[in-house]
């Protein structure tokens, strides 16, 4: 299967198609039917995804200390989720779900390090990527809290 969707991933941007390649044969590809739950908040996810095709929705699933659910972002081809879990190893936090149909890129946290650490270049820019992404993200939510400041 051809991984353009892939190789235009932030995670994965300036590296060598070769090693583009290496990752994609690395991990595994899932089609999806809509409403698939691939994320659950408190979980502790071991692998890293990349939408390749349709859409997946970020929320905070209801529960005691929330009265509905609270719907954060939806994310398309090209984003990834799971990095948070694969820097921190921490649970996760919020669900995540298919919006419709989707195919979705995943590669075991195991083997995405076990990748890096004998690919030392490679790491330096996956990690530099991942940084960028995650400062956006930070950005983004500053802005939206931004928005419910009094003066």
Request: glycine share 6%.
């Amino acid at each position: 299967m051809p991984h353009v969707e892939f190789s235009g991933n932030q995670i994965f941007e300036k590296l060598p198609e070769a090693l583009i390649q290496s990752l994609f044969e690395a991990g595994d590809i899932s089609s999806l039917p809509g409403g698939t739950e691939l994320v659950k908040e408190g979980d502790l996810p071991d692998r890293l995804f990349v939408v390749l095709d349709g859409e997946v929705e970020v929320y905070l699933p209801e529960s005691a200390e929330r009265l509905s659910v609270v719907r954060l972002a939806t994310l398309g081809p090209g984003d990834c989720f799971g990095e948070y879990a694969f820097i921190d190893r921490q649970p996760t936090s919020a669900s995540i779900r298919s919006v419709g149909n989707v195919e979705i890129y995943s590669i075991p946290n195991d083997r995405f390090q076990e990748f890096l650490d004998s690919h030392y270049t490679v790491a330096s820019i996956v990690y530099r990527n991942l940084l960028r992404i995650l400062v956006q993200r930070l950005r983004a939510s500053n802005a939206e809290l931004d928005l419910f400041s009094f003066s």
